[in-house]
C-alpha cells in the first residue's frame, strides 16, 4: 500500500515510517521540513497523492488554548480535503485517551475538534486514541513541582512507551477502517504519586511528593478514571518503570 504520513518528523510519526518501510509499503513522510503544511494547504495534495492511507500524528508548537485550537481544527480540515481529493481510502488519527471528557483542558478541547472533524467527514477513518507517554513521565514530573515539594494529583496515569503507541497505529493503517475509536494504554495504572517518585528516582533525586487532592494535571482536574482506559482497550507491555531503567 501506499500511506502517507502527516507528522513524520516527529517522535511518533518517525517511528511509524520505519515500520510501515520495514512492512515493505510505499511511505510517504510528509512534514513541514518535505514541504507540506498542514495550516495552509500547501503541499498536501502533492504528499496524498495516490495514497490508500492517510496518518495523522500532527501536533500544534503551542498549547495554549486558542493556538491550540486553530491548528487542529485548520490541520484536520485541510487534511480532510486533501485526503477526500485524493481518493484515500482509510484516514487514520492519534488522538489521546479521556479526551472528551476533560473539557476544561484547552487542548484536549481542541482534539475533541479534530477528531469531529475526521468523524463528520465520512471518510473511512480510525481514531487511536493513546494514554499518556513514558516519554512525557519527566515533563509531568516538573509540571507539579511547586518550590521544594512536589504536589501529585490524586489520580491514576497510564504511562505507555510511544514505541508501542506506533505500533498501534502501523497496525491499524494496515486493517480496514473501524470508522470509530482505538483505545490503547500501557500495562499498569499507577498513581501519579508512583509515577513521579519513579521519576526523582531515576534521577536521584529526594523531592518530597504530597498527594494533593487540589493538584491537577496541566490545569486540569482529574480522578482515577480520567486518563485511563476502559476494559476494551489494547494494552501495551512495557513498564514504566523498566523503560527508565533503560534511560
Same mark, same amino acid.
Given at each position: ?21 520495514? !512492512? ?26 495516490? !495514497?490508500?492511507?492517510?496518518?495523522? @500524528?500532527?501536533?500544534?508548537? =503551542? &498549547?495554549?488554548?486558542?493556538? @491550540?485550537?486553530? &491548528? ?9 480535503? $486533501? ?7 482509510? /484516514? ?12 476544561? =483542558?484547552? /487542548?484536549?478541547?481542541?482534539?475533541? $475538534? ?18 499518556? &507517554?513514558?516519554?512525557?513521565?519527566? $515533563? ?26 506506533? #505500533?498501534?497505529?502501523?497496525?491499524? !493503517? ?18 501519579? #504519586? ?6 526523582? #528516582? ?14 491537577? /494535571? ?14 476494551? #482497550?489494547?494494552? $501495551? ?11
Amino acid at each position: 500500500m501506499r500511506i502517507t504520513v502527516f507528522g513524520a518528523s516527529g517522535l511518533i510519526g518517525s517511528q511509524v515510517v520505519e515500520l510501515l518501510t520495514a !512492512a515493505g509499503h510505499d511511505v510517504v513522510g510528509a512534514s513541514l521540513r518535505t514541504g507540506a503544511n498542514v495550516l495552509t494547504g500547501e503541499g498536501l495534495a502533492e504528499a496524498c497523492h495516490g !495514497a490508500d492511507v492517510l496518518i495523522d @500524528v500532527t501536533n500544534s508548537p =503551542s &498549547f495554549e488554548d486558542e493556538p @491550540v485550537l486553530a &491548528f487542529f481544527t485548520a490541520s484536520s480540515t485541510n487534511l480532510v480535503q $486533501a485526503a477526500r481529493a485524493a481518493g484515500v481510502g482509510h /484516514y487514520v488519527a492519534l488522538s489521546i485517551v479521556g479526551t472528551d471528557g476533560l473539557p476544561d =483542558s484547552g /487542548y484536549l478541547r481542541a482534539k475533541v $475538534a479534530q477528531e469531529r472533524i475526521i468523524t463528520d467527514s465520512g471518510l473511512p477513518h480510525t481514531i487511536v486514541r493513546a494514554t499518556q &507517554f513514558h516519554e512525557f513521565g519527566g $515533563a509531568i514530573t516538573d509540571s507539579l513541582r511547586s518550590g521544594d515539594v512536589i504536589h501529585a494529583p490524586d489520580a491514576r496515569i497510564q504511562p505507555i512507551a510511544s514505541a508501542e503507541v506506533a #505500533a498501534e497505529l502501523a497496525r491499524v !493503517a494496515q486493517q480496514p477502517p473501524v470508522n470509530g475509536i482505538v483505545n490503547i494504554g500501557g500495562p499498569e495504572k499507577l498513581s501519579f #504519586a508512583d509515577l513521579v517518585r519513579a521519576v526523582l #528516582a531515576q534521577r536521584g533525586e529526594n523531592t518530597p511528593v504530597v498527594i494533593d487532592p487540589a493538584a491537577t /494535571y496541566f490545569g486540569t482536574v482529574v480522578d482515577q478514571d480520567s486518563l485511563v482506559t476502559g476494559p476494551a #482497550a489494547v494494552l $501495551a507491555q512495557t513498564r514504566f518503570t523498566d523503560w527508565l531503567a533503560t534511560r
